[in-house]
């Protein structure tokens, strides 16, 4: 009986302290729109708006209660094309159509105590 009591205490504690986490990761930033991603456990999805602020953004979610607990950065590298393996006259490996793109990304990190 003292087990199952505890058990029980315990489960109301945790249901008590719960939390719940939103990712947001900017893609794109330009004069005319904001490309990002909100990933909140469940469901990555994907969303353009219009006002490309990233400050209305953050004041848009901490009204709905969620606190920002970081902003991180990472760094995407995209190489695309081909890389022909044909000697030319140098005998030197040519490289031709070979693209490299550096994103760099923004992920915005929102708590939310329930």
Known sequence: MKNFICGL???FSLT?????????DILEQSKKELVYKIDD?????RETVKNPSIVRLIK???????????????????LNGT???INNRNNN????N?????????????????
């Open 93 to 96: 490996f040519a490289v031709t």
């Open 60 to 78: 848009e979610y901490q009204s709905e209660g969620f606190v920002l607990k970081a902003v991180t950065q990472g760094v995407e590298l995209e």
């Open 41 to 45: 456990g469940e469901e990555v999805k």
């Open 83 to 85: 890389l022909p393996m």
């Open 98 to 114: 070979l693209n490299l793109f550096n994103n760099n990304r923004v992920m915005l990190w929102f708590e939310k105590d329930q």
């Open 16 to 24: 008590i302290h719960s939390q719940e986490w939103i990712i947001i």
């Open 9 to 11: 205490l315990l489960m």
